[in-house]
């Protein structure tokens, strides 16, 4: 295993470059550049015809791109309406069957709204039973309090269900009003996936990271690793993964440098051995 680093979508120096005419090249870009992960986003709907799914899948195979799959933002399993809860059952699935063509082993899941995480865990239990074999739910932190998705939320869902969590460091930092400033709060949320999900989990772990900026609210909007005086920094986490003998996934959302993000974390890592 070794550690990978991506983008979330394709940033504006992905149009900028040879690759710019066609998503379907993001592989070969990402590649280019020396990365080597890459989360393709179905925010908006899981709308991707079947060959297209498995071309990128192969695509990326062969360049050594680890993909990820985003899954739509309207898939909520806390709704109080039960159409909302079957249509996000088909849409979750839908997404999760072309995860497996593009043979991508995980799904990102915002859990929704509101506080009924006994309602996301029952309707997820119910999907995996039909989920695309290989394919695993990853629910992410949330960056809003009135979000289902604090980190011990997550890795409570994470170990009554079959799912695996995805990280998102912005998101937590945002949420907890300022939290990840030093390696203290790092090493308790690392420290308590390895107790409750235990080691294999926590090696392979699923990331999101760039700085954000928040309210009392909660997250407000990403910001860019190029700007100054912004938070989460990588330098606070990057010792700890080493001391924990991790492999992650770190998933660069850095506004419109998603790139740069990855990269800078990269090197960050490399100058650590």
């Given at each position: 295993?070794?550690?990978?680093?991506?983008?979330?979508?394709?940033?504006?120096?992905?149009?900028?470059?040879?690759?710019?005419?066609?998503?379907?090249?993001?592989?070969?870009?990402?590649?280019?550049?020396?990365?080597?992960?890459?989360?393709?986003?179905?925010?908006?709907?899981?709308?991707?015809?079947?060959?297209?799914?498995?071309?990128?899948?192969?695509?990326?195979?062969?360049?050594?791109?680890?993909?990820?799959?985003?899954?739509?933002?309207?898939?909520?399993?806390?709704?109080?309406?039960?159409?909302?809860?079957?249509?996000?059952?088909?849409?979750?699935?839908?997404?999760?069957?072309?995860?497996?063509?593009?043979?991508?082993?995980?799904?990102?899941?915002?859990?929704?709204?509101?506080?009924?995480?006994?309602?996301?865990?029952?309707?997820?239990?119910?999907?995996?039973?039909?989920?695309?074999?290989?394919?695993?739910?990853?629910?992410?932190?949330?960056?809003?309090?009135?979000?289902?998705?604090?980190?011990?939320?997550?890795?409570?869902?994470?170990?009554?269900?079959?799912?695996?969590?995805?990280?998102?460091?912005?998101?937590?930092?945002?949420?907890?009003?300022?939290?990840?400033?030093?390696?203290?709060?790092?090493?308790?949320?690392?420290?308590?996936?390895?107790?409750?999900?235990?080691?294999?989990?926590?090696?392979?772990?699923?990331?999101?990271?760039?700085?954000?900026?928040?309210?009392?609210?909660?997250?407000?909007?990403?910001?860019?690793?190029?700007?100054?005086?912004?938070?989460?920094?990588?330098?606070?986490?990057?010792?700890?993964?080493?001391?924990?003998?991790?492999?992650?996934?770190?998933?660069?959302?850095?506004?419109?440098?998603?790139?740069?993000?990855?990269l800078q974390m990269q090197k960050m890592m490399k100058n650590l051995d």
């Amino acid at each position: 295993m070794t550690i990978r680093y991506g983008t979330s979508g394709n940033p504006p120096n992905f149009y900028k470059s040879e690759f710019r005419k066609d998503i379907m090249n993001a592989p070969e870009w990402i590649n280019s550049i020396g990365l080597n992960a890459y989360e393709r986003l179905m925010t908006y709907g899981a709308r991707m015809k079947e060959e297209k799914a498995i071309e990128l899948g192969k695509k990326a195979k062969k360049l050594d791109v680890q993909l990820t799959v985003h899954a739509p933002y309207y898939i909520v399993f806390t709704s109080e309406k039960d159409r909302v809860i079957e249509n996000s059952k088909k849409e979750c699935l839908k997404t999760a069957y072309l995860s497996g063509l593009m043979k991508s082993k995980k799904i990102i899941l915002h859990p929704g709204f509101g506080i009924n995480i006994k309602k996301f865990i029952k309707n997820i239990k119910i999907i995996e039973k039909d989920l695309t074999k290989g394919v695993t739910v990853c629910p992410e932190t949330m960056g809003k309090l009135s979000q289902l998705g604090s980190v011990e939320e997550v890795v409570t869902i994470c170990e009554q269900t079959e799912c695996t969590p995805c990280i998102d460091f912005g998101h937590v930092h945002a949420r907890e009003q300022g939290s990840l400033k030093t390696e203290s709060r790092y090493r308790e949320i690392l420290e308590l996936i390895e107790k409750k999900l235990g080691k294999q989990v926590l090696k392979d772990l699923h990331c999101h990271f760039y700085p954000v900026e928040y309210t009392d609210k909660g997250e407000k909007m990403h910001r860019a690793v190029t700007e100054k005086n912004v938070f989460p920094q990588f330098k606070h986490l990057a010792p700890l993964i080493k001391e924990f003998g991790m492999k992650p996934t770190f998933i660069s959302e850095s506004r419109d440098s998603q790139d740069i993000g990855a990269l800078q974390m990269q090197k960050m890592m490399k100058n650590l051995d």
